[in-house]
């Protein structure tokens, strides 16, 4: 059997369900494997290890006594460290929160809470989500499993890193711009981005109101697919939340894609931010995956990613500042260098401003549905693979361009999956986006690509070798 | 301002009005990140049709008790 830390979700709750792993045995082994290894990673920020065993027992009783309430009854995960937890500490990684010890629990936790799940921490990730990766906050940046001196991208850091490693089979992340998605990508698991409004965002600290999503990563689309089910349905109390019904995002797991069409934007990738020959060479390969399982490829035409990223970047900005002027204004020494220099300005546009780029916002999205209606979905690579560690320019976020941000501006699901891995072992990512209200498909194509692929089969070596 | 360059002065108006009152050194940060949110607003399209809405939704059910 694979080692008990490096099991999915699917195989752990089978396992679980026929009596064959217990709760307990699984938290254990995850619990065992984070003492001994995290301090290399840094994935967690707070560990709750007593209440996860305690949930870990409660569960084994109930499963022994009625069966397993759901997939996740009595399997770990984790949460990024802007999800409110009642009674934990969530610091957002800024000294601001240091000691914010929530009263409620975000919806997502109730949700997990409720199927079961055994919360084993809270995962480190860029300050308030967007500012990093900083020195200068309350705790260090995470690291990326697959070589420690590589970064594990941001915002959702510690998340992706700590599925990587097999610290945790689970974990939520949020996503504004890319930030479930890069770290997806640059950790090498599977994450989603859902259709705006289709999680709940209450008790999700926020960055950007009008383009953050709460959503799930694991070490596959399968797994994605099972957090998917749990946590996606409307929520009366948050106002951009969506009244429609959830589907079988299980079921919809067929391994089918014939007759699916994939719609490329090769202009985003050969012309604005022309892909790296190694990137460009597994891209095909991917899609010559999809083209061998029965699927078709065309090219289609959006506007700029430019465009995308200064509405997003230009309503973001001034969002950020919302939410934290009082703190620029009073104490603005509090925040990390990195997030101070990417919100600071957004008090100096102007309403009307702010409004144009919300109306062009409209235009985009419109662009995008439209599109988006002539194929099923959309690929390209989410992102190159990650680069060392290191501070970045602090203008990097307002002149770096996107791949993932336009995904975000229209509101459309959109899954990161690992499709290889680059000479220096780091991973390459495949970015699969689909129709508003369609994350059954785009699921579907991200599982039928990993079942088709041998990528899930490797798991980061230094870790490995370290615990040998 | 469609200059994308704006100067110390410009920009030290405009934090007074936004109540911001930064030490030296987050100052010039202020400086530095305004002169890229400019670029970005500057890169935008302003022809717009009178009922072109913005991207902001506002549905009355979702604030019922």
Not at chain 1, 229 to 244: F, K, M, R, T
Not at chain 1, 359 to 385: I, S
Request: net charge negative.
């Amino acid at each position: 059997m694979t080692d008990l830390h490096f099991l999915t979700i699917a195989e752990a709750s089978r396992l679980i369900a026929a009596r064959k792993l217990s709760p307990v045995e699984l938290t254990d082994a995850y619990l065992g494997r984070i003492a001994a290894l995290d301090d290399q990673l840094g994935s967690f920020v707070t560990l709750t290890a007593e209440r996860a065993r305690g949930e870990a027992r409660a569960a084994d009783a109930e499963i022994v006594a009625k069966g397993p309430r759901s997939r996740m009854h009595g399997i770990p995960y984790c949460l990024k460290d802007i999800y409110e937890t009642a009674g934990v500490r969530t610091t957002a990684q800024s000294k601001l929160l240091a000691n914010n010890v929530p009263v409620r629990d975000s919806a997502c936790q109730k949700k997990l809470a409720a199927a079961g799940g055994v919360l084993l921490g809270k995962n480190a990730t860029w300050e308030f989500a967007h500012g990093g990766p900083s020195w200068d906050v309350l705790f260090a940046p995470a690291r990326n499993p697959w070589n420690p001196e590589h970064t594990p991208a941001g915002s959702s850091s510690g998340s992706a890193a700590a599925v990587a490693a097999g610290f945790a089979p689970a974990t939520l992340g949020s996503d504004t711009g890319g930030s479930i998605r890069g770290p997806a990508a640059a950790c090498g698991v599977a994450g989603l981005k859902p259709t705006y409004g289709l999680v709940s965002r209450r008790g999700v600290i926020p960055n950007c109101f009008s383009h953050d999503h709460a959503g799930p990563l694991a070490w596959t689309a399968e797994d994605v697919a099972i957090l998917m089910q749990i946590i996606a349905g409307h929520d009366p109390e948050d106002p951009g939340s969506l009244d429609v019904p959830v589907p079988d995002y299980v079921a919809a797991l067929s391994g089918d894609v014939r007759g699916l069409v994939i719609g490329v934007p090769w202009q985003w990738l050969e012309e604005e931010i022309p892909l790296s020959p190694a990137t460009r060479a597994s891209f095909d390969a991917a899609l010559a995956v999809f083209l061998d399982l029965g699927a078709t490829v065309r090219p289609v035409l959006l506007p700029p990613l430019q465009q995308f990223d200064d509405v997003k970047r230009t309503i973001a900005v001034v969002e950020l500042f919302t939410i934290h002027g009082k703190d620029l204004r009073t104490r603005p020494e509090m925040f990390g260098s990195s997030l101070r220099y990417r919100i600071i300005a957004g008090g100096l546009v102007r309403a009307e401003e702010y409004l144009q780029a919300a109306r062009h916002r409209t235009v985009l999205a419109r662009a995008m549905q439209a599109v988006m209606a002539t194929v099923d979905v959309m690929m390209l690579p989410t992102a190159e693979p990650a680069g060392k560690l290191e501070p970045l320019p602090p203008e990097s976020l307002f002149t770096r361009p996107s791949f993932t941000t336009a995904f975000n501006v229209g509101g459309n699901p959109a899954l990161s999956i690992c499709c290889g891995f680059a000479e220096n072992g780091l991973p390459f990512s495949l970015q699969i986006a689909g129709r508003v209200l369609d994350d059954a498909t785009v699921l579907r194509a991200g599982d039928a690509y990993e079942k088709a692929t041998a990528w899930r089969d490797r798991r980061p070596s230094l870790v490995a070798e370290t615990i040998s | 301002m469609a200059d994308a360059s704006p100067t110390p002065e410009e920009v030290a108006l405009l934090a007074r009005h936004a109540g911001l009152d930064l030490p030296a050194e987050y100052f010039q940060q202020l400086v530095s990140a305004y002169g890229h949110v400019r670029r970005m607003i500057d890169r935008l399209p302003l022809e717009r049709a009178r009922d072109d809405e913005p991207a902001h939704t506002f549905d009355p059910r979702a604030f019922m008790p």
